[in-house]
Structure formats: C-alpha cells, structure tokens
C-alpha cells in the first residue's frame, strides 16, 4: 500500500492514522511460517518452526497510581499466564520495567533463557533466576532454534524535557520487596536484530542509536519505538537512513499504564502521526505499518 497524500495531513494521535495504516490492510508480503505479534509497548513476539522468542515483553502493565506511589513494581502471574504458554528465549533491549519487568516470570513459567545485559542478570538474580540469564556479548550470534540474534550497542533517549535517561544506570536494587518502578534502571542499551526465514528485523526499543553500531542496509523490518525520538536529534532520518528497511513498524505509542486487553490509549507524549510524516519527509519508499494490541502478522 503506498501513503497517500491524506495522511500527511493528520497529526498527533489521531486514531485513525494507526487505523488506515494498519499492515492487515496491505499486501505486504511476510515469510511463511513466521509470525510476528505486537505486545504493546516495544514488546514483541515472534515464532517460526515451533520456536517462541519474545522480545521485550511488557504485558502486566502496572497502572499509574502503584508506579507513581514507589510501591514494588512486579509481574503479574494471572496476566502473563493468561498470554505465554510458550517461550524458548526472551531477548531484552534495556532493563526498565516496561521493558523487562515481566521477563523473569516468563522464564519461570517457561523454563526459557533470557538474553541482555549485566542489569538484566541482577534482575534474574533478584528472583533466584541467575542462571537463566545469557548476558549478552554485541555483535556475537546467537542461535535460537531458526532464530539468529544479535545485539547491537545502542541509547536510549533521554525525557524529562530532554535532559536526561529516566532511572539511568545499572540495577542495584538488592530484594524485591525494594523493585520499584524506578528501580529498573536501564542498564546497557542494545538493539537487536533477528534473522530468520530469510528476513531481517532490527528492534529499537528506545529511540536512540550509536551510528557506527547501526546495520547498514539489509534490514527488512525495522521495529521502531518512537518514544522520547524528539529529544534525539533527527532520530528518524539518520536511524532510517542506516537502516535503510523496507517496513516501518512503529511502536511504544501506546499508554501502557491501561491493561493489555483494554482498548488502546495512546502515550500522552508520543506522536504517532507526527512520525509517519518524518518517515515519509525521509523517503516514501517506506512501507509504514502498524499493528493493534495483540495483533499477529503472518503469510
Ligand atoms: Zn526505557
């Protein structure tokens, strides 16, 4: 599907931009046998050949009051259950808690490994889970049943009108009892590029990039968080001009403080129309996909 000049003249968080947008509405071709699920925030679950990773899962979304009152901020067995049946590795982008929080039930549950750096291990640790836990060494592969992953050195945008990384730094929280939302420091920043069935998808779960680390072409599906992008100056164009992709998928628009099965909010802070039109100022050679909550793509 090719945008049309009417999109370009929506901003913000117009629902129907995500709407018209939506990839069950092209003829975008997808692999087959793979599928690809959107969790919400930068979450991510991908399967081919019986093969389950996810991707900085975030599904127990803590609501506002809980995370602003510094109470412990911790999955939920009843709602991660009710989604994973399956896993056979989680590979983790940074360490805040929507995007790691979830991680070490869904190795319990599961029995999986999880893959990302030395917080996410402390993480792991903190639930007695120190041994299911790969740290990561960048640009190594990693063979995952089909899978082949890579983690790349990233960023993370900074908020906080732009000064600075929210909960920066490693995780040193020692119990749970003391795992605030805060507590979730980021730890390091990786994007991760998975190849599988012939294709190559790069996750960014937080818009920010090291140049020289950033693939250089070759990428099929680029999986785009575009929160805080503003405060990375010309995010978009250089990140899309490395990457060069053939698919934009933007995510971590959405309000993740609303539960998982909830209608979509968006992030008061994230314009998701505002991207599509960088995208487009960019090149429109890109193909600009959306996906709803829990939504899966396939062939
Ligand atoms: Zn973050």
Same mark, same amino acid.
């Given at each position: 599907?090719?945008?049309?000049?009417?999109? /370009? *003249?929506?901003?913000?968080?117009?629902?129907?931009?995500?709407?018209?947008?939506?990839?069950?509405?092209?003829?975008?071709?997808?692999?087959?046998?793979?599928?690809?699920?959107? #969790?919400?925030?930068?979450?991510?679950?991908?399967?081919?050949?019986?093969?389950?990773?996810?991707?900085?899962?975030?599904?127990?979304?803590?609501?506002?009051?809980?995370?602003?009152?510094?109470? =412990?901020?911790?999955?939920?067995?009843?709602?991660?259950?009710?989604?994973?049946?399956?896993?056979?590795?989680?590979?983790?982008?940074?360490?805040?808690?929507? $995007?790691?929080?979830?991680?070490?039930?869904?190795?319990?549950?599961?029995?999986?490994?999880?893959?990302?750096?030395?917080?996410?291990? *402390? /993480?792991?640790?903190?639930? &007695?889970?120190?041994?299911?836990?790969?740290?990561?060494?960048? $640009?190594?592969?990693?063979?995952?049943? =089909? %899978?082949?992953?890579?983690?790349?050195?990233? #960023?993370?945008?900074?908020?906080? /009108?732009?000064?600075?990384? =929210?909960?920066?730094?490693?995780?040193?929280?020692?119990?749970?009892?003391?795992?605030?939302?805060?507590?979730?420091?980021? !730890?390091?920043?990786?994007?991760?590029?998975?190849?599988?069935? !012939?294709?190559?998808?790069?996750?960014? &779960?937080?818009?920010?990039?090291?140049? !020289?680390?950033?693939?250089? &072409?070759?990428?099929?599906?680029?999986?785009?968080?575009?929160?805080?992008?503003?405060?990375?100056?010309?995010?978009?164009?250089?990140?899309?001009?490395?990457?060069?992709?053939?698919?934009?998928?933007?995510?971590?628009?959405?309000? %993740?403080?609303?539960?998982?099965?909830?209608?979509? !909010?968006?992030?008061?802070?994230?314009?998701? &129309?505002?991207?599509?039109?960088?995208?487009?100022?960019?090149?429109?050679?890109?193909?600009?996909?959306?996906?709803?909550?829990?939504?899966?793509?396939?062939?």
């Amino acid at each position: 599907m090719t945008l049309r000049p009417s999109m /370009l *003249t929506r901003h913000g968080n117009d629902p129907s931009v995500s709407a018209e947008l939506n990839w069950a509405r092209s003829e975008t071709d997808f692999p087959p046998g793979l599928s690809l699920t959107w #969790l919400g925030t930068a979450g991510f679950r991908l399967e081919l050949e019986d093969t389950v990773v996810y991707i900085d899962p975030y599904l127990t979304r803590v609501p506002w009051r809980p995370v602003m009152s510094q109470r =412990p901020a911790l999955p939920s067995a009843k709602t991660v259950a009710s989604h994973v049946t399956r896993a056979d590795a989680v590979l983790v982008g940074h360490t805040h808690f929507d $995007h790691a929080l979830d991680v070490p039930l869904i190795s319990a549950l599961t029995g999986c490994q999880v893959y990302g750096s030395k917080s996410l291990q *402390t /993480l792991m640790g903190l639930h &007695g889970l120190a041994d299911h836990a790969t740290r990561v060494e960048p $640009h190594r592969i990693y063979e995952i049943g =089909p %899978f082949q992953v890579t983690f790349v050195p990233s #960023l993370h945008s900074k908020l906080l /009108l732009g000064l600075k990384v =929210p909960s920066d730094g490693e995780i040193t929280c020692e119990s749970l009892e003391a795992l605030t939302a805060s507590a979730y420091c980021c !730890g390091d920043v990786m994007g991760i590029l998975v190849r599988a069935a !012939g294709t190559a998808i790069y996750h960014q &779960g937080s818009a920010n990039l090291v140049e !020289g680390e950033v693939p250089r &072409g070759g990428v099929d599906i680029f999986l785009a968080g575009i929160a805080g992008r503003a405060f990375s100056r010309r995010y978009v164009p250089r990140i899309l001009r490395l990457l060069e992709p053939r698919v934009v998928v933007p995510h971590h628009h959405d309000n %993740f403080f609303r539960p998982l099965d909830a209608p979509m !909010g968006f992030s008061f802070n994230v314009n998701l &129309g505002g991207f599509v039109e960088e995208v487009v100022h960019v090149s429109d050679d890109f193909e600009i996909r959306t996906l709803e909550l829990l939504q899966t793509v396939s062939a």
